[in-house]
């Protein structure tokens, strides 16, 4: 595997950060990563692709989370949605 990050160095400086910072280089696009800390490895990186789902007639979010092997509380929390029994035909989903 190719690296993802380079971290130049440990003693950078940043307008607004009394102290020193690490300075880093990416090299792929995390904009649809979600990077979370694994409590069983605390200095391991757990990564986790976001896609979408676009809501069609007859879809609950029932059928959704089990499609895609998620939960209903999943869905709901990663999207905002205030109620869980209103989705709309055309809606844009979040999936992990």
Known sequence: RS???WQH???GK???ISTKVDL???YRDF???INTFRTDEPRALKTETISTYTVTK???LSFIAKKHKTT?????????IKDPD???IGQKLRLK
Do not use: C, E, R, W
Not at 72 to 80: E, F, P, R, W
């Open 3 to 5: 690296t993802d990050i």
């Open 9 to 11: 160095s440990d003693s």
């Open 14 to 16: 940043v307008s607004g």
């Open 24 to 26: 880093n280089i990416a």
């Open 31 to 33: 904009t649809n990563t």
């Open 58 to 60: 007859g879809d609950t």
């Open 72 to 80: 209903v509380k999943s869905l709901v929390s990663l999207n905002g």
């Open 86 to 88: 209103k989705i709309y």
